[in-house]
């Protein structure tokens, strides 16, 4: 009886004390996890910060760029065929960084949408991502040969319509590489450019939204310059557009190559196994990169283009006269109350 009452005790002992071992022999993985959760969400936050900076200002230019645009209206200003080319590109750049908005609002987390959400969001970005590089490529066609050759390419709408359709037929090959699932109804995360989408779809992505944009761009300021040799004359240095187009196809270069090597590393990554926590916040860095490149063009944009610059100028001296303004009404009031008490002594004293 009593080895039966020593028994009981322990093991009740036992198993109240079981669950304890359990979570004990398993918390050293558990918390290693957790603390590369915590660093990789702190990487991911960190960078979303720096992005929310980039992506003010380059809401602030575009919104003067706006303004610029209004007055030339106004004014019944005659764009130039360049500078035409320069506002669509300018618009094509505002509307990925309207785009990008959905990753700032939920970083560290994802967006939760339905998948058919998730693709139409992945085809607009991919769409303007190409319509910006193709802008940029009629724009050294235009910098190398100063003026269309073509009569329909002689008009801005026919180009920017024509650089609408390429992008959306390469963005419906990125879409079918992409791969939406087969329920489209439902809801899930989205992530732009998932690394479950393969290393096809990166390589694809890769060719198509840097390669080729920047061969035929390289081929072209190859002749520009050959052009330049024979005829002794200026090529980039003798236009208002050159240092700006300059400045922002390296911009855009820099952004989109690094994302595109992140893509197909990450692709690669995932077919030999899952990426770590670690692995995919430097994929969300590496898609803040990419959309960091539209707000610093924007601000390009507006620093290099003199009639941008005019712009801004215009703005800065606006405000400056509003605030002036305001001061000097309150001075005035001040300085109004002791000169009517006196006017009102002196008719009382004639």
């Known amino acids: 009886m009593a080895n039966q009452t020593d028994f009981l005790p322990q093991t009740e002992m036992s198993t109240d004390m079981q669950p304890f071992n359990i979570t004990s022999t398993s918390s050293p993985l558990n918390t290693s996890d957790f603390i590369s959760k915590i660093a990789a969400n702190d990487l991911t936050s960190r960078a979303n910060y720096v992005y929310a900076l ?144 393969g290393r096809s779809y990166a390589m694809a992505k890769l060719c198509l939204g840097l390669l080729i944009p920047y061969l035929l761009l390289l081929g072209l300021l190859t002749g520009g310059c050959v052009r330049q040799w024979k005829s002794s004359s200026r090529f980039l240095s003798g236009s208002e557009e050159g240092p700006v187009f300059l400045a922002v196809a390296v911009v855009i270069f820099v952004c989109q190559l690094f994302h595109g090597i992140v893509l197909v590393r990450g692709a690669g990554m995932q077919q030999a196994g899952d990426l770590s926590y670690h692995e995919r916040a430097f994929m969300h860095v590496s898609e803040f990169v990419m959309f960091s490149g539209s707000c ?46 006196i006017t009102d002594t002196q008719d009382y004293n004639p």
């Open 54 to 197: 980039c992506a003010v200002l380059g809401l602030a230019s575009a919104c003067i760029l706006l303004y610029g645009l209004i007055r030339s209206y106004r004014a019944q200003r005659h764009l130039a065929w360049l500078d035409s080319l320069l506002w669509a590109f300018s618009s094509s750049q505002l509307l990925l960084l309207l785009l990008s908005l959905s990753s700032v609002a939920h970083r560290p987390s994802y967006l939760v949408t339905t998948h058919v959400g998730c693709a139409a969001l992945a085809f607009t970005v991919n769409m303007a991502s190409l319509c910006g590089l193709l802008l940029l490529v009629f724009m050294g066609y235009a910098l190398t040969f100063d003026t269309p050759t073509h009569a329909l390419l002689k008009r801005p709408g026919v180009c920017v319509a024509l650089v609408v359709l390429v992008s959306i037929l390469c963005s419906l090959v990125l879409a079918k590489l992409r791969g939406p699932p087969q329920e489209l109804h439902l809801e899930g995360i989205c992530i732009i450019d998932p690394a479950e989408a």
């Open 296 to 341: 610093v063009c924007l601000v390009l944009v507006l620093l290099l283009h003199r009639p941008c610059r005019e712009s801004l100028l215009e703005v800065t001296r606006q405000l400056r006269d509003c605030c002036r303004g305001l001061g000097g009404r309150q001075t005035h009031r001040q300085i109004m109350a002791p000169h009517i008490e």
